[in-house]
């Protein structure tokens, strides 16, 4: 574990996804969310003006009391993706603890569920996709040109 400031920690084995390699998979006509992948979007108030396609909104402070929910509802899905505004503190930290709660209990098909963490979180997502009406959606271009232009 990295500790943050705060006390905060981010797990050291955190893997991630490339925002290329998850429009791919959202894109992809024979993959189909909460199936064969799931997003767990973690923003809190900041989720508010726009977010990726099937995303579910947990939102962080509210992570730890949904968690054995979320683990056994998505005990069947091959790969979680966590994310957060830019997926440098929420979005690593819940993928941590949700693959803590999950690891000794979850195998899909012989294979360990795969929990990842979208490289850039929304903020390089929207930035790369805003105009992708097939991967973004409530979008409000007026509050990310404002809030990190």
Known sequence: MTLL??????????????????????RNSALTPRVDYV????RDDDFEGGNIVSAINVPSHRLMEQ?????????HVPK????????????????????????QRIVVAGEPQQVLVLRGGF?????????????????????????YM
């Not at 997003?39 to 973690?42: A, K």
């Not at 968690?67 to 005990?75: G, I, N, R, S, T």
């Open 5 to 26: 400031s705060g006390g905060r920690s981010v797990p050291d084995s955190v893997e991630y996804i490339e925002s290329d390699e998850l429009a791919s998979l959202l």
């Open 39 to 42: 997003i767990i979007d973690v």
């Open 67 to 75: 968690l054995p929910a979320l683990v056994k509802q998505y005990a």
């Open 80 to 103: 979680i993706i966590f994310h957060c505004a830019l997926s440098q503190v929420r979005g690593p930290t819940s993928a941590g603890l949700y693959h803590q709660a999950a690891m």
């Open 123 to 147: 903020a390089l997502w929207q930035a790369k996709f805003k105009d992708a009406a097939d991967l973004i959606e409530n979008y409000n271009r007026e509050l990310w040109e404002s809030e």
